[in-house]
Structures are given as structure tokens and as C-alpha cells.
């Protein structure tokens, strides 16, 4: 979209554009593409609509301050969450002497045997988690690899479903997250891998590795 108008006939150039190559083909569902990216942006527009409104009932300021609140609290939770599993660990394995740090593991593999590792470094007296997944296979010739934002969308899944009461999804939940992806792996693929399968196939393989590794 430039200056509100939809650029289609961009847009479908450059879907049809992979089928310049040699045993390649473009979009195959070219007019169910265009009906996605419409419905997306009506969304937004729908979005931009109801935000103004409230903007327009309670004023700038206070829109703004509450998106804040709402971070601030998700954030909060999921900090209690990772404190949370460190004390749930220490008082099981009776670990005194490193009661504020853990580490989980978790591996498991897509059909064609692509390893997903991955290892969540816990430091309970900060409340802050990295999810390292080196050790994870590089990317592959089939089209599940998965961008950098699948993953990430993956572990904010998995910690909301985990925090113990309801929360708004949103971007607080990953404050405290630091988040490691081997660059040429199946999780951070180059930007000419294939990737329609990431979303549907590697993203709940990503799920059930996360929830694995908390047990």
C-alpha cells in the first residue's frame, strides 16, 4: 500500500516472478494471495478505526499509557513464570547450590530427520531466559524452513500458555526473553529458502520443543 492505494499489479509481479527460473513456477493460487493481503489490510484499517475512536474518547495519553500498562504487566507475568521454574527445579532436584540458574533442554526432528535444538538458560534472580537454539540443522531444500518471526511467535505462544492466568498477547511478553538462532538454519534461513511450510509444520514442531524442554 503506497499513500492509501494498493500496489496489485506490483504485488503480482513479484509472486509470479520465481517462475523466471528455470523449473521454477510462481504463485499457483494468485487470486486467493490477493484476497489475503486485502483482508490483512482491512484489518489494520479496522485496527486504525477502533484505536482512533478510543483515542478520541479518552485522548492520546491515556490510549498510550494503558498499551504501557498492558506491556508492563505481561512482562511482569512472564518474569514470574521464569522465577517460578527455577524455584519449582531447585526444590526438585534440591539444588542449593545454584538455586537462581537453570537450564532446560529439548531436541526432537521434522520428518526428515532436520534436528531442532534447543536449550533455555534461566536466570531466576534477574527473571530473564535465553532461548538458544544452536544445534539446530540448517535450512533445507523443502519449503519448512522458518523465518526468524515463526520462532518468536512460538515462545510467545508457549510462555502465555503457560502463565498461570489470563493475559493480553503482546510484545511485554518478550522483554525478558533474549532469543539465539543459528543463521543459515532451519529457524533463520537465507532469504531465498523456501518457507511456505515453516508456519503450519515447523512452527508446531517449535511448539512442542518449547513445551518438552519446560517439561
Known amino acids: ?45 479496522k485496527g486504525v478505526k477502533l484505536v482512533q475512536e478510543l483515542i478520541d474518547i479518552y485522548s492520546l495519553k491515556v490510549v498510550q499509557a494503558y498499551m504501557g500498562y498492558i506491556q508492563d504487566n505481561a512482562e511482569t507475568a512472564v518474569k514470574d513464570l521464569l522465577k517460578s521454574v527455577v524455584q519449582s527445579l531447585s526444590e526438585k532436584e ?8 537453570t537450564k532446560l533442554h529439548a531436541v526432537d526432528y521434522m520428518d526428515d530427520g532436520t534436528k531442532i535444538c534447543l536449550c533455555v538458560e534461566i536466570n531466576g534472580k534477574e527473571r530473564k531466559a535465553k532461548f538458544d537454539f544452536t544445534g539446530t540443522s540448517e535450512q533445507v531444500w523443502y519449503n519448512w524452513n522458518a523465518p526468524r518471526s515463526i520462532s ?55 511448539v512442542d520443543v518449547i513445551l518438552r524442554a519446560f517439561g
Open 152 to 206: 518468536y511467535s512460538a515462545i510467545i505462544y508457549c510462555l502465555r500458555a503457560m502463565i498461570p492466568h489470563e493475559i493480553p498477547l503482546n510484545q511485554g511478553c518478550m522483554r525478558p526473553i533474549e532469543v539465539i538462532l543459528p543463521p543459515g538454519s532451519i529457524l533463520d534461513p537465507h532469504k531465498d529458502a523456501a518457507v511456505v511450510g515453516g508456519n503450519v509444520l515447523t512452527s508446531q514442531r517449535l
Open 1 to 45: 500500500v503506497e499513500q492509501g492505494k494498493f500496489k496489485e499489479k506490483e504485488v503480482t509481479d513479484r509472486l509470479n516472478e520465481p517462475g523466471k527460473l528455470e523449473n521454477c513456477s510462481g504463485t499457483r493460487t494468485l487470486t486467493h494471495n490477493i484476497a489475503d493481503l486485502k483482508a490483512q489490510i482491512a484489518a489494520n484499517l
Open 94 to 101: 534440591n539444588n542449593e547450590k545454584d538455586k537462581d540458574h
